[in-house]
């Protein structure tokens, strides 16, 4: 999904940094995961005032990563 122009992914928490890949899921399962994606976004921006929570992660210099937070609107 595109917030403010800015692609988001659903990620897992195995992989953070990759985007989900789910190698032969069936069309209506990927379909129906993006559903529930943008229902939650959804609501978080009923329940905020048109305004939700995102984050970022940022690999660094030892194989690690952060996480950057932004509230976006």
Request: hydrophobic share 35%; net charge negative.
């Amino acid at each position: 999904m595109y917030v403010n122009g800015q692609p988001y992914v659903m990620r897992s928490l195995q992989g953070p940094l990759k985007n989900l890949e789910l190698t032969g899921i069936e069309r209506d399962r990927v379909e129906q995961m993006e559903f529930v994606m943008k229902k939650d976004l959804l609501a978080e921006l009923m329940q905020y005032g048109g305004r939700c929570l995102l984050h970022e992660e940022q690999a660094t210099e030892n194989g690690g990563y952060t996480i950057v937070v932004g509230v976006h609107f």
